[in-house]
């Protein structure tokens, strides 16, 4: 849609201006003069929106969807601007676009496929296969097995008893006695004390001795006192131990295993004290020489020489359980010596110089019994 020229329009407005003031001057009522300001009024307003519609159209904005005249009569001369097809809204970018290159037209009929060849509408047969006959051949019968089988030939019956069988001579309930052999006593030679292990717990090892962990033990005195006559003194105790019960000697002292529990027993109608598996003579009539032995390096902290065998025992197991309770371990023992009080225990025992006399005799015999003259190595 082309605009009218800017000429054209006020011209238009004049027109339409004089036009009305005419026909309000025929028409003049009381209202007359307020009538007149307010169509004057329009008039004017309509005059402003005019102008600014044409100035618009003049700068371009308003011409959106057609083209400016190339032809300016009035104003003489071409347009300012050469005539710009925008067409709609959306393409306001770049005016000139390069044409795409123009496919070729495809042929309104595809060439024609090759026919296939056509499928024989009926399927040639097949031959026949030859008819299986109706009923099968008979087989040949089998002869008839007989109902019965023919019996066994029966076997010759058992006899309901056995036959005796020869007995045996009977054993007799007591065998004949063999001769007795002497019972020899079990001998086992003590460890000799090694100096490796001097300062160790490993260093005392006398004969059936396990180490027993420690315990807290608190030794309590037997009070009542057991009657018998007089058995014992130091040496002929001694020479016992030595002749019969060679390995109940370790070194300087006399150590008799037992199987029993601590405390007081009473052993073939002897007093004894039991502690940690060995025995010690426990007589309110016999005389003992109890010591306070250190088993880590043997050497002798106290002795309570020619003391009755309870009253030595009491005060050595009261010292030391004290003392062990403070090293916690069974480190002190109580032991009966042989030796006399001149004895130089300060010797280290692991060279004991009267190791190999004490457990040997001049013989060679390492169980030699004195009093019978026989010896139980053999």
């Known amino acids: 849609m082309h605009h009218l020229p800017d000429d054209a329009v006020s011209i238009f407005f004049c027109f339409f201006y004089f036009s009305l003031a005419k026909y309000t001057q025929l028409f003049k009522t009381s209202r007359g003069d307020r009538m007149t300001k307010m169509i004057t009024l329009v008039l004017l307003l309509s005059m402003t929106v005019g102008e600014a519609l044409a100035e618009r159209d003049r700068r371009g904005g308003g011409n959106r969807g057609g083209s400016v005249s190339s032809d300016r009569g009035h104003r003489g001369g071409a347009s300012r601007r050469p005539t710009v097809d925008r067409g709609s809204r959306g393409n306001r970018g770049s005016v000139n676009r390069p044409s795409r290159p123009t496919r070729p037209n495809r042929p309104a009929t595809r060439p024609e496929r090759p026919n296939r060849p056509n499928r024989p509408a009926t399927r040639p047969e097949r031959p026949n296969r030859p008819n299986r006959p109706a009923t099968r051949p008979e087989r040949p019968n089998r002869p008839n097995r007989p109902a019965t089988r023919p019996e066994r030939p029966n076997r010759p019956n058992r006899p309901a008893t056995r036959p005796e069988r ?213």
Not at 229 to 241: E, H, L, Q
Not at 301 to 314: A, D, F, I, M
């Open 166 to 378: 020869p007995h045996r001579p009977n054993r007799p309930v007591t065998r004949p006695d063999r001769p007795h052999r002497p019972n020899r006593p079990v001998v086992r030679r003590p460890h000799r004390p090694s100096r490796s292990h001097y300062g160790t717990r490993n260093y005392h090892r006398p004969y059936r001795y396990n180490h027993v962990p420690y315990r807290r033990y608190i030794h309590t005195p037997y009070t009542r006192t057991y009657t018998h006559n007089r058995r014992w003194t130091p040496r002929r105790y001694y020479s016992y131990v030595r002749t019969s019960y060679r390995n109940h000697v370790y070194l300087n002292w006399l150590l008799w295993p037992s199987t029993r529990l601590n405390g007081y027993h009473l052993v073939n109608g002897y007093p004894y004290y039991i502690y940690n598996g060995y025995r010690h003579r426990y007589s309110s009539y016999d005389t003992c020489n109890y010591q306070l032995v250190d088993k880590y390096t043997h050497s002798v902290v106290r002795t309570y020489w020619n003391q009755l065998c309870s009253t030595g025992y009491n005060r050595c197991a009261i010292e030391r359980d004290n003392r062990n309770e403070r090293e916690w371990d069974n480190r002190y023992m109580c032991a009966e010596t042989f030796r006399d009080q001149y004895y130089n225990f300060n010797t280290p025992t692991y060279d004991y110089s009267e190791y190999d006399n004490d457990y040997s005799s001049d013989n060679g015999c390492y169980d030699y019994d004195y009093e019978t003259g026989v010896c139980y190595d053999y």
